[in-house]
Nanobody
Framework: QVQLVESGGGLVQAGGSLRLSCTVS????????MGWYRQAPGKQRELVAA???????TYADSVKGRFTISRDNAKNTVYLQMNSLKPEDTGVYYC???????????????WGQGTQVTVSS
Protein backbone atom coordinates (compact mmCIF):
# COMPACT_ATOMS: atom_id res chain seq x y z
CA GLN A 1 0.00 0.00 0.00
CA VAL A 2 1.33 3.40 -1.04
CA GLN A 3 0.73 6.29 1.33
CA LEU A 4 1.35 10.01 1.00
CA VAL A 5 1.70 11.87 4.30
CA GLU A 6 1.61 15.66 4.34
CA SER A 7 2.72 18.14 6.96
CA GLY A 8 3.35 21.85 7.37
CA GLY A 9 -0.12 23.30 7.06
CA GLY A 10 -1.53 25.79 9.50
CA LEU A 11 -2.77 29.31 10.06
CA VAL A 12 -0.66 32.26 8.98
CA GLN A 13 -1.21 35.96 8.45
CA ALA A 14 -1.13 37.53 5.01
CA GLY A 15 2.43 38.06 3.88
CA GLY A 16 3.72 35.13 5.88
CA SER A 17 5.25 31.86 4.77
CA LEU A 18 4.65 28.15 5.14
CA ARG A 19 6.46 25.08 3.86
CA LEU A 20 4.48 21.96 3.07
CA SER A 21 6.08 18.55 2.79
CA CYS A 22 4.79 15.25 1.48
CA THR A 23 6.54 11.92 1.91
CA VAL A 24 5.64 8.85 -0.13
CA SER A 25 5.99 5.50 1.62
CA UNK A 26 5.05 1.87 1.03
CA UNK A 27 5.69 -0.26 -2.03
CA UNK A 28 7.65 2.01 -4.37
CA UNK A 29 9.70 1.11 -7.39
CA UNK A 30 9.87 4.63 -8.78
CA UNK A 31 8.07 7.97 -8.62
CA UNK A 32 7.32 10.02 -11.71
CA UNK A 33 5.59 13.39 -11.40
CA MET A 34 4.79 14.93 -8.04
CA GLY A 35 2.55 17.89 -7.42
CA TRP A 36 0.39 19.98 -5.15
CA TYR A 37 -3.30 20.76 -5.63
CA ARG A 38 -5.59 22.93 -3.56
CA GLN A 39 -9.30 23.34 -3.10
CA ALA A 40 -10.97 26.38 -1.57
CA PRO A 41 -14.53 26.22 -0.20
CA GLY A 42 -17.03 26.34 -3.05
CA LYS A 43 -14.34 26.12 -5.72
CA GLN A 44 -12.89 23.39 -7.90
CA ARG A 45 -9.62 21.70 -7.09
CA GLU A 46 -6.76 23.26 -9.01
CA LEU A 47 -3.16 22.42 -9.73
CA VAL A 48 -0.82 24.65 -7.76
CA ALA A 49 2.58 23.30 -8.78
CA ALA A 50 4.14 20.16 -10.20
CA UNK A 51 7.62 18.78 -10.68
CA UNK A 52 8.77 15.98 -12.97
CA UNK A 53 11.25 13.27 -12.09
CA UNK A 54 13.85 15.29 -13.99
CA UNK A 55 13.20 18.45 -12.01
CA UNK A 56 11.11 20.47 -14.48
CA UNK A 57 8.50 22.59 -12.70
CA THR A 58 5.09 24.03 -13.52
CA TYR A 59 3.15 26.65 -11.55
CA ALA A 60 -0.31 28.11 -11.59
CA ASP A 61 -0.26 31.74 -12.68
CA SER A 62 -1.73 32.81 -9.35
CA VAL A 63 1.26 31.49 -7.37
CA LYS A 64 4.11 32.04 -9.79
CA GLY A 65 6.91 34.00 -8.17
CA ARG A 66 5.63 33.27 -4.67
CA PHE A 67 5.65 29.47 -4.42
CA THR A 68 8.49 27.05 -5.09
CA ILE A 69 8.14 23.31 -5.54
CA SER A 70 11.08 20.97 -5.04
CA ARG A 71 11.71 17.29 -4.45
CA ASP A 72 14.22 15.06 -2.71
CA ASN A 73 14.24 11.79 -4.60
CA ALA A 74 16.37 10.04 -1.97
CA LYS A 75 13.67 10.77 0.62
CA ASN A 76 10.66 10.31 -1.69
CA THR A 77 9.56 13.75 -0.58
CA VAL A 78 8.14 16.79 -2.34
CA TYR A 79 8.03 20.26 -0.82
CA LEU A 80 6.05 23.42 -1.45
CA GLN A 81 7.58 26.62 -0.13
CA MET A 82 4.87 29.27 0.05
CA ASN A 83 5.90 32.89 0.51
CA SER A 84 3.95 36.16 0.48
CA LEU A 85 0.77 34.28 1.28
CA LYS A 86 -2.58 35.87 0.47
CA PRO A 87 -6.06 35.16 1.86
CA GLU A 88 -7.03 33.67 -1.51
CA ASP A 89 -4.39 30.98 -0.96
CA THR A 90 -6.61 29.54 1.78
CA GLY A 91 -7.76 25.99 1.15
CA VAL A 92 -7.00 22.33 1.57
CA TYR A 93 -3.73 21.39 -0.09
CA TYR A 94 -3.35 17.88 -1.49
CA CYS A 95 -0.17 16.11 -2.47
CA UNK A 96 -0.19 13.94 -5.58
CA UNK A 97 2.33 11.52 -7.04
CA UNK A 98 2.58 9.06 -9.89
CA UNK A 99 4.02 5.89 -8.37
CA UNK A 100 5.26 2.73 -10.06
CA UNK A 101 4.92 -0.08 -7.54
CA UNK A 102 6.74 -2.82 -9.51
CA UNK A 103 9.37 -2.76 -12.24
CA UNK A 104 6.96 -4.50 -14.59
CA UNK A 105 4.03 -2.25 -13.75
CA UNK A 106 2.83 1.18 -14.75
CA UNK A 107 2.43 4.45 -12.91
CA UNK A 108 -0.69 5.00 -10.82
CA UNK A 109 -1.86 8.22 -9.21
CA UNK A 110 -1.93 8.53 -5.43
CA TRP A 111 -3.21 11.31 -3.21
CA GLY A 112 -2.42 12.57 0.26
CA GLN A 113 -5.07 13.18 2.89
CA GLY A 114 -4.87 16.95 2.53
CA THR A 115 -3.64 19.63 4.88
CA GLN A 116 -5.44 22.86 5.74
CA VAL A 117 -3.79 26.19 4.94
CA THR A 118 -5.53 29.28 6.28
CA VAL A 119 -4.29 32.78 5.51
CA SER A 120 -5.83 35.59 7.53
CA SER A 121 -5.85 39.26 6.61
Amino acid sequence: QVQLVESGGGLVQAGGSLRLSCTVSGSIFSINDMGWYRQAPGKQRELVAAVTSGGSTTYADSVKGRFTISRDNAKNTVYLQMNSLKPEDTGVYYCNAGVQVHWFGTYSRYWGQGTQVTVSS
